[in-house]
């Protein structure tokens, strides 16, 4: 399991003196912050439901904890070698510049050996507390993290969160991998509600935030693109996020479906508004599709989740 993509100073001294200004964290909670605990907490919400439909029903309590401990760690690993290589970035971005790197709480060189010892801890947990598959799919996620999305995709195209954003969906898979030891087409429709949700979720924060990007060199899509570019294809990607939720009918009931399509409607409502006002030189606010967004993919993974515990005759 990995973070969804977000930016993290090639800090090239180590060692350097602590700004002032500012409380300054204790040590736990620094490196506590290098792992980006509430990217992780959204990362699970998907995990979860996903152990329980490939179950059909409450998986091990232990399985669960295990994963949940494993993906957690994977997660924070990823994140951290994330600060680390993007630290440069953090620097000059007002959103970013309270983390420990950019203010001198964790040294360079240990906030990469705490990201490096989380990875493999997670590879050992998943893989005596889970199986191998879950390992190395959680394994596969931050490597694909860190060296393709942080390293060559981010600051050089405007689409590094579309393909970038497919490590954040991991986890779905890796939930359903612990429990039955492979990969089937239920945990590849639930990565591609992830992949489809993570454009229009990215994209509407980064509009709030184009001119931090602008300043740091970051080509996300609304620095490069117009305003409206960026909200057309916002929509575009938000209906194709509903109509993917719509293919897990077949492993689901009636639960599930409706509700599926009554929270889908209320988020295609909302993307619809974000475009008109655009399209129409209105006043905009982007971070209200941002935040719903969040709620929209908890309540559909939690409905699948309720959906698999009831074991109500699934509609396919």
Known sequence: MTATPESALHDAHEGAPQRTGGRKRGVLAAYLALTKPRVIELLLVTTIPAMFLAQ???????????????????????NTLNCVADSDIDAVMKRTRKRPLVNYEVPRRHALVFGVLLGAASFLVLWFGANLLAAVLATAAILFYVFVYTLVLKRRTSQNIVWGGAAGCMPVVVGWAAVTGKVEWPALVMFAVVFLWTPPHFWSLAMKYRDDYARAGVPMLPVVATARQVSARILVYSWATVASTLLLVPATS???????????????????????????????????????????????????????????????
Do not use: E
């Open 56 to 78: 059909r029903g409450i998986p091990s309590p232990w399985l669960v904890v295990v994963t949940l401990v494993g993906g957690a760690m994977s997660a924070g690993s990823a």
């Open 254 to 316: 009636w639960i599930y479906f409706a509700f599926a399509v009554l929270a889908g409607a209320v988020f295609l409502v909302v993307a619809q508004r974000l475009h008109s006002a655009v399209r129409r030189g209105r006043a905009y606010n982007p971070m209200k599709l941002f935040h719903l967004s969040n709620s929209y993919l908890a309540l559909v993974f939690v409905a699948v989740a309720v959906d698999a515990a009831v074991g109500l005759p699934v509609l396919g």
